[in-house]
């Protein structure tokens, strides 16, 4: 609930105590929101502009496609439930009336000036809302004539709206000609009868939410499709604010801070920039990934992260500041990326990707020393009578030797071993075999070797 100066907090809570009440809406407070809350439901009443971006459109129909039901009244609320009524979002009270209806048209109508947060967002001005329907009951009552009511409509709206009060009102309509005894009638009917217009909207969208319940059906309307455009999107990771323990920063702040601070920023963004390459190959080529490739690229994250149950997951989600459905979407990401390697497998069919991976630890200055700790290994192999591209009549099973690598070095399949074997350029299964066979092998000459020696340097020398 998007909260300010139309209605006190604490007469909201009256109405609604379990909502979360959050300042007025600027530009990205509502994504915020939907990351960081997760509702089932967003009213927009109050927002700020002038001196702030005001909340924009598609930050509502973003909620909209989420199947959050969004609602909005009284302020900034009405204005954007009419802009954005044909996609979903549900407009309450008068003032979103006479907007809809063409009867009001300009946004100053709901525009004041407020004290802040500190003050309980008190308004300082009259709202030309509230202007208008303090005088039309005025008029009802025949308290002004007709010409009366016109003279005093337009000396408010000629003011500039954070001028708007009532005694400058009056003033501005008794200098435009305005009878100073009809002057005193108003004065008189504002300070016992005045109609707060805005603040009653608000009651009765409160009103409204509190008579839905737990069973919040979406608001989005059918047969408009969600883009989330560049600039959606940079307003998505550059302005959208995230709480940590020690307060709010933004995604673009973190993003920046890792970049000077974080060993190896530059390879990580290396890898996130070949992430996104190959979606957009993935898109040139028309792959995609289906439910249970997806599915099962989530198995591998969760097996790699270690997160067993929905409990780790949930709160890897939260340490995180990822929402479900982009992790979701991240997964999805996953997935298609994972059958665009499987694509170039097939495309080096015969070459393999093991020329890749030197290239890489080439440009890393590391191949010098993994060439080296291998053909140590194979000297080893050697002697111990195994020769390179055969495992020898092992009895050992399988599984047996996976946990002794896993036991000994870093290495941690995340997936079945014949999709690892696969994937890893090992061919099958079987040559996986072979390797993790010799490479046991040689751990257990080592130990004969050390007889009392540092065993751990040793080992550290072949396969560190």
């Given at each position: 609930m998007f909260l300010g100066p139309s209605l006190p907090i604490d007469q909201a809570r009256a109405i609604l105590p379990d909502a979360v009440y959050l300042p007025p809406a600027g530009q990205a407070d509502i994504m915020s929101a939907l990351r960081r809350w997760e509702p089932d439901i967003i009213a927009l009443i109050d927002g700020t502009f002038l001196h702030t971006l005001a909340v924009w459109h598609k930050e509502i129909l973003a909620a909209l496609d989420r199947g959050v039901a969004v609602y909005g009244a009284s302020s900034m609320g009405a204005l954007r439930a009419v802009e954005c009524a044909p996609f979903g979002m549900v407009g309450i009270g008068r003032i979103y009336e006479l907007f809809a209806d063409g009867t009001l048209t300009d946004d100053d109508e709901v525009a004041l000036a407020h004290a802040g947060p500190d003050e309980g967002w008190r308004p300082l001005s009259e709202a030309m809302a509230n202007v208008r329907a303090t005088l039309a009951a005025a008029a009802a009552d025949g308290v002004i004539t007709a010409d009366e009511h016109q003279r005093i409509v337009a000396a408010g709206k000629a003011l500039y709206f954070p001028d708007r009060a009532w005694p400058a009102i009056l003033a501005a309509a008794v200098d435009a000609g305005l009878e100073p005894e009809a002057a005193v009638r108003v004065r008189a009917f504002v300070a016992a009868h005045a109609v707060d217009q805005k603040r009653a909207d608000a009651r009765e969208l409160l009103h409204t939410l509190a008579a839905l319940g737990d069973d919040v059906p979406p608001t989005r309307?059918?047969?408009?499709?969600?883009?989330?455009?560049?600039?959606?999107?940079?307003?998505?990771?550059?302005?959208?604010?995230?709480?940590?323990?020690?307060?709010?920063?933004?995604?673009?702040?973190?993003?920046?801070?890792?970049?000077?601070?974080?060993?190896?920023?530059?390879?990580?963004?290396?890898?996130?920039?070949?992430?996104?390459?190959?979606?957009?190959?993935?898109?040139?080529?028309?792959?995609?990934?289906?439910?249970?490739?997806?599915?099962?690229?989530?198995?591998?994250?969760?097996?790699?992260?270690?997160?067993?149950?929905?409990?780790?997951?949930?709160?890897?989600?939260?340490?995180?500041?990822?929402?479900?459905w982009e992790f979701d979407a991240l997964m999805h990401r996953l997935a298609v990326c994972r059958r665009v390697e499987d694509w170039l497998r097939v495309r080096r069919y015969r070459l393999g990707l093991s020329a890749l991976l030197l290239d890489e630890l080439r440009m890393t200055d590391e191949y010098a020393q993994w060439a080296d700790r291998a053909a140590r290994q194979e000297l080893y192999a050697g002697d111990s009578g195994l020769q390179a591209g055969g495992g020898g009549d092992l009895p050992e099973l399988l599984d047996t030797l996976v946990a002794d690598q896993i036991d000994n070095t870093d290495w941690r399949p995340d997936c079945e071993l014949s999709t690892w074997a696969d994937e890893a350029d090992f061919g099958d299964v079987y040559q996986l075999h072979a390797a993790l066979s010799r490479a046991r092998a040689v751990r257990r000459q080592l130990e004969e070797l050390a007889n009392g020696s540092d065993l751990r340097a040793i080992l550290a020398s072949i396969t560190a």
């Open positions: 309307t059918q047969g408009w499709t969600f883009h989330r455009s560049r600039p959606c999107k940079g307003l998505e990771w550059r302005e959208v604010r995230v709480q940590r323990p020690a307060g709010a920063v933004s995604f673009e702040t973190i993003a920046r801070h890792v970049m000077l601070h974080r060993s190896g920023a530059a390879e990580l963004m290396a890898r996130a920039s070949a992430r996104e390459i190959q979606i957009m190959f993935a898109e040139l080529l028309g792959i995609d990934a289906t439910e249970q490739q997806t599915a099962h690229e989530t198995a591998r994250f969760r097996r790699r992260l270690g997160l067993r149950t929905d409990a780790d997951l949930a709160a890897y989600l939260q340490r995180s500041d990822v929402t479900s």
